[in-house]
């Protein structure tokens, strides 16, 4: 029988972990950026011009999103969406190891 660390372990590579990961991270601070100004999922939903039930939705994690969905939500709270790549520490090490790419002639 698999150890709850050792299903962590394994899962933890998947893309549906750190996708589920960055959900909970743009939910979190789509809420923060709610409570800074105040707004309920009412005044979101009315923001976006949908329902507070989809609002609820977006808050519980039962959505999907697109990326034009989260800028949406993202400037109807007054921010803006910024998207990246973040080297994750193991592969940070891999790429201090290997050699850096040169830029040629066509770059």
Do not use: C, W
Not at 76 to 82: E, S, T
Request: hydrophobic content about 40%.
């Amino acid at each position: 029988m698999e150890t709850y660390s050792e299903l962590i372990r394994r899962l933890s590579g998947s893309l549906e972990y750190h996708s589920h990961g960055a959900m909970r991270s743009y939910v979190r601070d789509l809420m923060h950026a709610m409570d800074r100004r105040g707004m309920r999922n009412a005044d979101l939903a009315a923001a976006i011009g949908s329902s507070p039930a989809y609002i609820t939705k977006i808050l519980r994690g039962d959505i999907n999103f697109t990326l034009a969905t989260m800028t949406k939500l993202a400037m109807a709270v007054g921010g803006r969406l910024d998207v990246r790549i973040v080297a994750r520490p193991h592969a940070q090490q891999a790429r201090q190891r290997a050699p850096s790419r040169q830029p040629t002639a066509s770059s």
